[in-house]
């Protein structure tokens, strides 16, 4: 059964269409439906809190990808122990909360899970839906995720 998808924000002109993950009586879990854009990890660390990749969709593209309207809905939540309004989904969540056919995607895509054992690999998401692994300075597409008020 596919999950209902809603629209926030723009990018590149075109409205954002994002999958709800989970739901509670406060707020939902989403993550966009399609990879909006590439970028690397960071230049020298796996760390997500202190990652460039976080400080970018928490900066620029959060300011560019949602109106003042728009930035009402995001919830500003604690992930991996920080507060945040916009996160890549780890490893976990993209296992427990998405089927094969949300997996899948135009490109291979960023998980912010740190590899355990080597600082400049993270997880990801194949086109296909697999998981894999990529080095923290490739250039993969971006599915940012959100918590929204409902």
């Not at 989403?30 to 590439?38: A, G, I, Q, R, T």
Request: charged fraction near 25%; charge should be negative.
């Amino acid at each position: 059964m596919s999950k209902r998808v809603i629209k926030l924000g723009t990018w590149d002109g075109n409205p954002i269409e994002w999958i709800v993950l989970k739901e509670d009586d406060f707020s939902a879990l989403v993550v966009s439906k399609n990879v909006l854009f590439p970028r690397r990890f960071d230049p020298s660390s796996n760390d997500w809190n202190n990652s460039e990749i976080r400080a970018y969709l928490n900066g620029d593209f959060f300011r560019q990808a949602f109106t003042d309207e728009d930035r009402k809905s995001v919830v500003n939540a604690f992930v991996d122990w920080r507060k945040t309004d916009v996160f890549l989904l780890s490893e976990g969540e993209a296992k427990s909360y998405m089927s094969g056919a949300e997996l899948t995607a135009s490109s291979k895509w960023r998980l912010r899970s740190s590899a355990e054992y080597f600082s400049n690999v993270n997880y990801s998401v194949g086109s296909d839906g697999s998981f894999d692994y990529c080095n923290i300075l490739d250039v993969n597409g971006v599915r940012p995720a959100v918590y929204v008020k409902i």
